[in-house]
């Protein structure tokens, strides 16, 4: 693998928790939390493959539709996943941030991803964004109200008034469990990201899977409108 060519930000829609379950006839929340092992397995390959920002969609504006059991089950398994898993961060030197609206969601839960991000702050290896009650619209209009307040409206002042503006533009996105949509995911900074479906579920994704996408990732031809 071009370790020159590693794409600075990754982001992943981990579709398929639901379906990975049903298929084996359990509740869908053991398919969370699955996902969740998945998503620590990810977490280490992409450390290891030297990408830098890793945006994972957690929990989306739309989710809070989903049967009240689901969403509880959801909002504790990221919250006491946070509250559990300090030392897993450490270990890998992950920084944890959060993109999403803070104001529709539950007090408990947004402290511990403050005190997530606040401990992890000086790791320095790959940065974790965590999208937790996160729409791409959402994001664009809440950038656009705070940008719009201190001038006219560009995409470099909106750009600045993201949830986090530091993050480089989307570089691969990735779906799994066989859906090819975009779903709200990231809007503004995919503007130009190459796209990865895979028709694994989430919870059966190894560091293989990475690997593969990066891999395919590495062969396309990025143009951003030039010839
Ligand atoms: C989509 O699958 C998955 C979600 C809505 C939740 C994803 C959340 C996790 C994997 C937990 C991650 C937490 C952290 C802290 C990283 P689905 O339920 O829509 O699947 P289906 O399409 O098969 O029904």
Redesign the pocket.
Known sequence: MAPDLVPAHVGII???????ARERNLP?TH??GE??KA?KRIVRAASDLGIRCLS?Y??STE?WKRATDEVSY?MD??KT?LKQEFRFYRENGVRVVHSGNRSGLPADILAEIDETARETAGFTGLTVN?LVNYGGRDEIIRAANKASETGALTEKSLSAALDNPEFPELDLLIRT?REYRISNFLLWQSAYAELWFSDK??PDWEASDLAEAVAGYQKRNRRFGSV
Do not use: K, S, V
């Open positions: 981990m579709d398929g928790n639901g379906r990975w869908r398919g969370h996902g969740l998503a994972l957690a929990f989710n959801l398994l990221i996943h965590l469990g579920y989430w």
